[in-house]
């Protein structure tokens, strides 16, 4: 049974810095994609950045472009987020995602399995 595990969040001032991890178990076979989504209290989840799995094409909202990088590391099966200039509009449950799907890497239709969420809290 594939599982997705976060780690990384926590408490951080405006304008600083985080790096989440999403490592992935129990896959005998390759993603499509992995991605990042979020959501906020009283929100609906969002859509945060993403990879392909081949190939390494990534995506990001308008929102994050230019402050948040996402990577991965084929090998131990993991996806990472690198979150700098963070504002506390970021702040949210960001969830991991990974899929087999074709649809876009952009929505919540590619991915089959998620995590269980990591808290980032943005302080003015």
């Known amino acids: 049974q594939v599982q997705l595990v976060e780690s990384g969040g926590g408490l951080v001032q405006a304008g600083g810095s985080l790096r989440l991890s999403c490592a992935a178990s129990?896959?005998?076979?390759?993603?499509?994609?992995m991605g990042w989504f979020r959501q906020a209290p009283g929100k609906e989840r969002e859509f945060v950045a993403a990879?392909?799995?081949?190939?390494?094409?990534?995506y990001y909202a308008d929102s994050v472009q230019g402050r948040f990088t996402v990577s991965r590391d084929n090998a131990k099966i993991t996806m990472f987020l690198q979150m700098n200039s963070l504002k506390p509009e970021d702040t949210a449950v960001y969830y991991c995602?990974?899929?087999?799907?074709?649809?876009?890497?952009?929505?919540?239709?590619?991915?089959?399995?998620w995590g269980q969420g990591t808290q980032v809290t943005v302080s003015s």
């Open positions: 129990g896959c005998t076979f390759s993603f499509y994609a």
């Open positions: 995602a990974a899929g087999r799907r074709g649809a876009s890497p952009m929505t919540g239709a590619a991915y089959d399995y």
């Open positions: 990879i392909r799995w081949s190939g390494g094409t990534t």
